[in-house]
């Protein structure tokens, strides 16, 4: 189990393969909300040809809250 990859600022969806990716500048946009974020160091590889997991579509997908995300939110 790996802890998703937010966009905390603003809405706090987490990485997914809807978001779309700056390789060059190690970036994602969120799809919610257009927030720039950028990928944390130890996603210094991230590539085209190396995609981490959370960009390919599997058809489904979970997401298992470590509780803080939706404490905050109610
Ligand atoms: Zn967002």
């Known amino acids: ?3 998703p990859i937010s966009s905390l600022r603003t ?4 990485l997914n393969s809807f ?7 190690k ?3 969120c799809p919610l909300c257009f927030q ?3 990928f944390p160091p130890h996603y210094h590889a991230v590539s085209e040809t190396n995609l981490p997991c959370e960009l390919y579509w599997s058809g489904c997908l979970e ?3 470590l509780g803080l995300v939706l404490e905050s939110l109610l």
Not at 19 to 25: E, I, K, L, M
């Open 19 to 25: 978001a779309r990716v700056g390789f060059t500048a």
């Open 63 to 65: 997401l298992v809250s």
């Open 27 to 29: 970036i994602w946009i």
């Open 36 to 38: 720039r974020n950028h």
């Open 1 to 3: 189990m790996s802890v």
């Open 11 to 14: 809405c706090c969806a987490a």
